[in-house]
């Protein structure tokens, strides 16, 4: 079927912005300040069916906009991962592409730096929700919630007394456990602030950027540079480090051999961090006692093998699920373009250290290698 053609706006003399998804629902007034500046491209959701996308931008539909702006996670990524095949027909002066949502898994930020192009994500924003959606799964894996909601739903007396009367042998309170984060990042010290708090949970933490010690000393968190020693010494395992697009999985049965037999895991960062056949077998042995994923391998498709599991609680990637979060991630996203666009810094840039990396060593025409991903996440 033919795409129809969008005619191009008119010529004028202030930046334009291309706005992908929804209306703006939660910042009207900021909304109102940004139109007031900039002229504000909008189209339809047909025109963001990949093919259409591609072509609108091969074709110049939507002239020379010099930002982008994605203030809602559920809309405005129809047409999949930002990869080369798209990045490539970009116009030229494009500075600042700003998207609601913390992670940045699909989206190819050295191939924008490359361009000169900088991407600001919507850190912070989901940082409550995400928190609190944590503590609840780290609750259901040491207290066996997922069994003892299933059996109270099943309307058997049978299945109820059971869970009523065994689950108690296999429970345990999260307090005085060790948690080991890997990613303390600001929703991984969020869990962390949030388990001592709550729990007195042992903070143990994996990551390439070690916290000052004034964050560490209030959760008392230990720093393990070498992932190993965490695992030996950790009762419950919970994952908030950035994944890559076309990343490997982080957590592999070799992986889940060095946890303690019978400890728990917890992810709310991104499903394909983690092998799910090698997750289920540890289940399913006895490696691992109990699992509580926010975030799948194939959303929205889940696990065949974990989704009957007694000792497995899974949501629906709602971590960050809160009205709070969508108000501040249509606010961060135009008040990054907007301070981009005004020559001022960026408030959650991703990749402006990669920017001036590729300016400084020549990365323009070469390709990213993995220490170049670690040193970006």
């Known amino acids: 079927m033919p795409i129809a053609m969008t005619p191009s706006p008119p010529p004028s003399d202030r930046a334009r912005i291309l706005f992908l998804g929804d209306d703006i629902t939660y910042n009207p007034t900021l909304y109102q300040r940004l139109t007031s500046q900039f002229d504000i491209v909008h189209p339809p959701p047909a025109d963001l069916q990949r093919p259409a996308f591609l072509q609108h931008l091969r074709d110049g539909s939507w002239g020379r906009f010099q930002a982008i702006m994605r203030p809602s996670w559920h809309t405005g990524g129809e047409m999949g991962n930002w990869d080369e095949e798209l990045i490539r027909l970009l116009p030229p002066g494009l500075k600042v592409y700003a998207s609601a949502g913390a992670g940045y898994d699909w989206v190819d930020v050295f191939a924008l730096a490359k361009r000169g192009i900088l991407y600001c994500n919507g850190a912070g924003a989901s940082t409550e929700a995400v928190g609190d959606m944590a503590l609840w799964h780290i609750i259901s894996v040491f207290r066996n919630m997922a069994s003892s909601f299933l059996a109270a739903r099943s309307m058997d007396p049978k299945q109820f007394s059971l869970a009523h009367h065994e689950l108690p042998a296999t429970s345990y309170n999260p307090r005085g456990r060790t948690l080991g984060i890997v990613g303390l990042g600001n929703i991984g010290y969020a869990i962390a ?150 020559g001022m810094e960026a408030l959650t840039a991703v990749n402006g250290h990669l920017i001036k990396e590729s300016m400084t060593n020549g990365h323009a025409n070469g390709h990213a290698t993995n220490g170049d991903w670690n040193r970006a996440l």
Not at 252 to 259: F, P, V, Y
């Open 193 to 342: 602030l949030k388990a001592y708090a709550a729990f007195g949970m042992k903070i143990l933490y994996h990551d390439i950027v070690r916290k000052r010690p004034e964050q560490e000393d209030l959760v008392q968190a230990e720093f393990h540079p070498d992932i190993d020693s965490m695992l030996r010494e950790t009762d419950c395992l919970l994952l908030a480090t950035p994944s890559t697009l076309g990343g490997r999985p982080f957590l592999t049965s070799e992986l889940i051999a060095q946890l303690p037999r019978g400890a728990r895991f917890v992810n709310i960062a991104r499903g394909s961090l983690v092998d799910e056949d090698a997750l289920a077998e540890a289940l399913e042995s006895g490696q691992l006692a109990a699992a509580g994923l926010d975030v799948h391998a194939s959303e929205p498709h889940v696990n065949e093998r974990m989704v009957n599991m007694a000792n497995v609680t899974m949501t629906c990637h709602t971590g960050g699920g809160a009205v709070e979060t969508k108000t501040a991630f249509e606010q961060l996203a135009m008040e990054n373009v907007e301070r981009v666009l005004k």
